[in-house]
């Protein structure tokens, strides 16, 4: 089990920004396919965006243009840059890590992914 410790998470109102981390050991941030998903009430848990051990990226289209994906390897941080919030953006944010770097060349897929942090809070008000 790889740890994930999210943080970043709180308040904003629409049109607001927010930047999200997850810190993560120095291999898996490095080697591995890491993630960002989201879970609203009442909904099932979704991927937002990824990002290829090569720095290559994937967002869901409910975010292209308004997040970005990145890491820091010597902080061994993952971010989620949120801008221009929405309401529907309102959810726990979930940091993903799998050790399968293949796994980032395929469909965006939650079972892919065996480790979790424990999520964050975001709530965008209108």
């Known amino acids: 089990q790889v740890p994930l410790v999210e943080s970043g998470g709180g308040s904003v109102q629409a049109g607001g920004s927010l930047r999200l981390a997850c810190a993560a050991d120095?291999?898996?941030?490095?080697?591995?396919?890491m993630a960002w998903f989201r879970q609203a009430p009442g909904k099932e848990r979704e991927g937002v965006a990824r990002?290829?051990?090569?720095?290559?990226?994937y967002y869901a289209d409910s975010v292209q243009g308004r997040f970005t994906i990145s890491k820091d390897n010597a902080k061994k941080t993952l971010y989620l840059q949120m801008t221009l919030l929405k309401s529907e953006d309102t959810a726990v944010y979930y940091c993903?890590?799998?050790?399968?770097?293949?796994?980032?060349?395929?469909?965006?897929?939650?079972?892919?992914?065996?480790?979790w942090g424990q999520g964050t809070q975001v709530t965008v008000s209108s």
């Open positions: 990002l290829r051990s090569d720095g290559g990226q």
């Open positions: 120095g291999p898996t941030l490095s080697t591995g396919c």
């Open positions: 993903a890590a799998t050790l399968n770097y293949r796994d980032c060349y395929s469909r965006f897929w939650i079972g892919d992914f065996p480790n």
